[in-house]
């Protein structure tokens, strides 16, 4: 898969009025991060994971303009059989040599109604080479920063993102072979982020805004979150 969420995600429920403010994915250690992915065949179910997803979220209360990207390097992603998980990154499947990330990009990014604490995000979600745009729905916490949270090592303003939706290896050229299809591995994973960012304010940096880039829409259009 490549360069998803920096997945997955956009997400964001941000608890009182905050400047414009980058929070870093990945930034105060591998422990604050999580991206989980299932696959729930007739015979087996396959659960793999990472801690080393990186990116961040942009913010700003003021002009409503956010921001989401979140990198997965292919090459993180572990399932706890070492054999299984050196087929999975081979050339037969997600190709690591030849596409190292899994990226998901936001395009868009809106409260929904109502709903504080949740947003809907739409973004462009890139697997193997192959680029869908898909719409999810998350959640997000902010935590200010406060000494008591500094010991367990959540140093600056905080926002906890999480998500799941389900994706479709063939939407992205992803093939299963046939003789393991629906009984070892399915096409349909489903995917959940658990991630902490962090704020850094840096001045030089600039809001990466939603890109225009077209892209080949993936259905489902809309996933709910769990």
Known sequence: MKSLLHSLIALAVFVGAADAAYYDIGKNGENKVNVSWESNASLEMMVGRTNKATGFVYFDDAGKSHALL???PVRSMKTGIDARDEHMIGPDWLDAEKYPNIEFKSVAVKNKSGKPDQYEITGDMTIHGKT????VTGSARRFPARPTLEKMGYVGDIIQLKTSFKIKLSDFGVIVPERLLGLKMADELSISFDIFAFTNNDPGRKPEMPST????????????AR
């Open 70 to 72: 979140v990198t997965i």
């Open 213 to 224: 880039r077209p892209a080949v829409a993936a259905p489902p259009a809309s996933q709910p």
């Open 132 to 135: 869908r745009r898909i719409t």
